[in-house]
Nanobody
Framework: QLQVVESGGGLVQPGGSLRLSCVAS????????IGWFRQAPGKEREAVSC????????YYGDSVKGRFTISRDNAKNTVYLQMNSLKLEDTAIYYC???????????????????WGQGTQVTVSS
């Protein structure tokens, strides 16, 4: 059974940093995609970043480019989201999600992902 479990959220001041972790397990294929999404109250779920295992390609949403970095540690089956220069508008529940690799389309679309974690709260506040 494929599972993803995220952790690392918390409260941080504007300009601060946090690192989220996503542990993925149970994949039947070596090729899959791990994505990070977020949802703020009253807003739609937004794609933050994703990474592919087939070629380690990384993708970012426009609102986080240059501030967030996605990476993975194969030995630990873990994907990290390093978030720097955090802003008030980054406050949201952050979800890790997974999908089996098929093609390079829809990688930043929440509806394309089949497996979701429970979410972790990130609050940016002074």
């Amino acid at each position: 059974q494929l599972q993803v479990v995220e952790s690392g959220g918390g409260l941080v001041q504007p300009g601060g940093s946090l690192r989220l972790s996503c542990v993925a397990s149970g994949f039947s294929s070596d090729y899959y995609v791990i994505g990070w999404f977020r949802q703020a109250p009253g807003k739609e779920r937004e794609a933050v970043s994703c990474i592919t295992t087939i070629d380690n390609s990384q993708y970012y949403g426009d609102s986080v480019k240059g501030r967030f970095t996605i990476s993975r540690d194969n030995a630990k089956n873990t994907v990290y989201l390093q978030m720097n220069s955090l802003k008030l508008e980054d406050t949201a529940i952050y979800y890790c999600a997974a999908k089996i690799w098929k093609y390079r389309i829809g990688l930043m679309v929440p509806g394309e992902y089949d497996y979701w974690g429970q979410g972790t709260q990130v609050t940016v506040s002074s």
